[in-house]
């Protein structure tokens, strides 16, 4: 974004945000150059927080892109971010772009339903059977290079609907 200060033009530094919605808690990150520069969490429901989280960065910082876990992992959070992000690209212009929630955890499970986690063997996503709990912690990239990216956006969705 250009704005003008007397004869000179200046350049507002341009962010990018990753919203980590596929489990609990949420994260989002804001980045410059690629960078991380700044975290929040939340443990309430995504339906609740993830406006008032996301509205003030919004109003603050200009932000290129949001990115967020299109999938897999909790429907509920990623329809509604979806939902959300989608409604922000067409009111503000802000693009909204997709990544696997593989990206943000290391390739670990990712939590289906009972005790059927995701888990992503080579290219290939299943859902395999756990007897306890494996280790599924997300954590926000400190740099969004590597990211892959999905410019379709839509939710990533495997199991049919219950």
């Known amino acids: 974004m250009l704005y003008k ?10 962010h990018d945000v990753l919203i980590i919605s596929v489990s609990s808690p949420f994260l989002i990150g ?3 150059d690629k960078q991380l520069v700044q975290e929040w969490s939340s ?3 995504i339906s609740d927080a993830l406006l008032p989280l996301l509205m003030p960065i919004l109003d ?5 892109s949001i990115i967020y876990t ?4 909790s429907h509920m959070a990623t329809k509604l ?3 959300t992000l989608k409604t922000i690209e067409i009111a503000k212009g802000i693009s909204c772009v997709g990544c696997s929630g593989f990206e943000c955890n290391d390739n670990r499970p990712i939590k289906a339903m ?3 986690y995701f888990v992503k063997e080579k290219e290939t996503i299943i859902t395999k059977k756990f007897d306890q ?11 969004l290079q590597d990211i892959k990216l999905d410019f379709d956006a839509m939710p990533f969705h495997i199991l049919p609907a219950v």
């Open 81 to 83: 971010t979806f939902i």
């Open 114 to 116: 009972g005790n059927l």
């Open 5 to 14: 200060v007397g004869n000179l033009k200046k350049v507002l530094p341009q």
């Open 70 to 73: 299109s999938g897999p992992g």
């Open 60 to 64: 603050t910082y200009d932000i290129n």
């Open 133 to 143: 709990a494996p280790n599924m912690s997300f954590a926000l990239p400190k740099n």
């Open 30 to 32: 804001l980045y410059h």
């Open 43 to 45: 443990n309430e429901k």
